[in-house]
T-cell receptor
Framework: KAGVTQTPRYLIKTRGQQVTLSCSPI?????VSWYQQTPGQGLQFLFE???????NKGNFPGRFSGRQFSNSRSEMNVSTLELGDSALYLC???????????????FGQGTRLTVV | GESVGLHLPTLSVQEGDNSIINCAYS??????FIWYKQESGKGPQFIID?????DKRQGQRVTVLLNKTVKHLSLQIAATQPGDSAVYFC???????????FGTGTRLQVFP
């Protein structure tokens, strides 16, 4: 069974540009979450999508947005890139059905974004 | 591989010893507490979780302890092996969503 796939693995962008990152969840998983990881701030929650609806959003500016498609694949977009957006962006999927009980989140390897 | 964290607390243990990694949390409303392991160049990997109404849960070579009185979570790894070297994160989960709030992480180094 294929794991969570994130593309691209590495990306270099210039300040002011915009970027789109892609995440393909494990087959059958309907929940996709995004996290930003930096040495200074650690792992921070960006947003969560379930059945094409944003269910939760972290404390990030509006430049960060995302969406989920009917096949559960998700993209996140960052507009007007700043140097501080340089980070590892991680996507996680789970078989979360919206009910009670913990379900394991499976993470991809991430996309390393460098803004210059 | 990617740099996971440059200023993480580090725990160094000898191969074969037991390791204890600690985590303090702030939100009493968390439903689950979860431990993740992140190796260099990889995403976090689920190790074990514990529901908020429990105080201990055991897995293979790992035990998680939850002390709600002092809002403290710990991960015990028995007979630590070189392959256990990684950064370990605790995380809190709320309700029926997948939103995780992560702790700062601890780097575990295992030496022979």
């Amino acid at each position: 069974k294929a794991g969570v796939t994130q593309t691209p693995r590495y990306l270099i962008k210039t300040r002011g540009q915009q970027v789109t990152l892609s995440c393909s969840p494990i087959s059958g998983h309907r929940s996709v979450s995004w996290y930003q990881q930096t040495p200074g701030q650690g792992l921070q929650f960006l947003f969560e999508y379930f059945s094409e609806t944003q269910r939760n959003k972290g404390n990030f500016p509006g430049r960060f947005s995302g969406r989920q498609f009917s096949n559960s694949r998700s993209e996140m977009n960052v507009s007007t890139l700043e140097l501080g957006d340089s980070a590892l962006y991680l996507c996680a999927s789970s078989p979360q059905t919206g009910g009670i009980g913990n379900t394991e989140a499976f993470f991809g390897q991430g996309t390393r974004l460098t803004v210059v | 591989g990617e740099s996971v964290g440059l200023h993480l607390p580090t725990l160094s243990v000898q191969e074969g010893d037991n390791s204890i990694i600690n985590c303090a949390y702030s939100n009493s409303a968390s439903d689950y507490f979860i431990w993740y392991k992140q190796e260099s160049g990889k995403g976090p990997q689920f190790i074990i979780d514990i529901r908020s109404n429990m105080d201990k849960r055991q897995g293979q070579r790992v035990t998680v302890l939850l002390n709600k009185t002092v809002k403290h979570l710990s991960l015990q790894i028995a007979a630590t092996q070189p392959g256990d070297s990684a950064v370990y994160f605790c995380a809190e989960r709320f309700g029926d969503t997948d939103k995780l709030i992560f702790g700062t992480g601890t780097r575990l180094q295992v030496f022979p």
